[in-house]
C-alpha cells in the first residue's frame, strides 16, 4: 500500500516569519520594476541585493498597498517587528506632500525607512532609449511628465487606429495606460542596462533604496 505524506504549503505567519525585511509599494508594476532593475545592477555589483532572489528565499516579501490611504499604513505592520522599507512615488502636489508626511512618521519608526521619489514615478526612471529598443516607438518625457500616458497615446498611434487618441473614452485611456504602465515596468525595465541607469538617475536613487533595503534585511 503506498502510503503517502501531506507535506502542507507554509502558511501566512511561516513566510513572515522566515522574512527578513518587508518592501512596502504602491502596487504591482514598481514590484516588477525593482525585480529586474535591482538584477541587472547585481550583476555588476554583487553588494547590491538580487531582490527577486531574496523574495524566491523568502527574505523579503513584498507588500504592494495600492497607493490609497497611506497615513494607514504607517504602522499596520509595526506588530511584527520586522524592518520595513516604503518606496513611494512623488506624484504631484498636493499628493506630494501627503507622502512626504507619510514618510516622515514612517522615518520617525526603529527599522524602518521611507523614501519618496524625487521622480513622479518609477517609470520616470526608464531611458527612452530603452522604450524604443523594446517598442520601435519614440518618446520625450521629463522627471514629472505621467510617462504611462505618454507611452500609451504613442503605442496607440503607432497601431492602427480607428480614431485619435483625444477621442477615445476615459475608460479606454484608463485600460490602455494601465497596459502601458505593465509593459513599461516589465518589459522594458528589463531592457535598461547600468549605462541607461546611469543616465536617468545621476543621483544614484536606485542605488540607495538597494542598499538600504539589504542593510535593513542584515540588521536583524
Known amino acids: 500500500m503506498t502510503e503517502f505524506h501531506n507535506h502542507k504549503p507554509p ?91 507619510a514618510a516622515e512618521i514612517i522615518n520617525q519608526r526603529p527599522g524602518c525607512r521611507a523614501i519618496v521619489t524625487r521622480k513622479r514615478s518609477l517609470e520616470n526612471y526608464l531611458h527612452p532609449d530603452a522604450i524604443r529598443d523594446a517598442g520601435q516607438i519614440d518618446v520625450v518625457f521629463d522627471d514629472f511628465d505621467p510617462v504611462g500616458t505618454i507611452v500609451a497615446k504613442k503605442l496607440y498611434e503607432s497601431g492602427i487606429a480607428d480614431g485619435p487618441w483625444e477621442v477615445l473614452s476615459r475608460r479606454s485611456k484608463s485600460r490602455l495606460t494601465s497596459r502601458a504602465k505593465r509593459w513599461l515596468n516589465t518589459t522594458v525595465a528589463s531592457q535598461m542596462t547600468a549605462e541607461f541607469i546611469e543616465q536617468r538617475d545621476p543621483h544614484g536613487e536606485i542605488f540607495s533604496w538597494l542598499t538600504t533595503i539589504r542593510q535593513l534585511a542584515h540588521s536583524v
Do not use: Y
Open 11 to 101: 502558511d501566512d505567519q511561516a513566510l513572515i516569519d522566515r522574512a527578513r525585511v518587508l518592501v512596502i509599494v504602491e502596487g504591482t508594476n514598481d514590484i516588477e520594476f525593482l525585480r529586474r532593475i535591482s538584477l541587472t545592477l547585481h550583476v555588476i555589483s554583487s553588494d547590491l541585493p538580487n531582490l527577486a532572489e531574496m523574495e524566491q528565499q523568502g527574505q523579503l516579501i513584498f507588500v504592494p498597498f495600492g497607493g490609497n490611504n497611506l497615513p494607514s499604513w504607517t504602522h499596520r505592520f509595526a506588530a511584527l517587528g520586522k524592518p520595513e522599507f516604503f518606496l513611494l512615488d512623488h506624484e504631484v502636489s498636493p499628493e506630494t506632500e501627503s507622502r512626504q508626511e
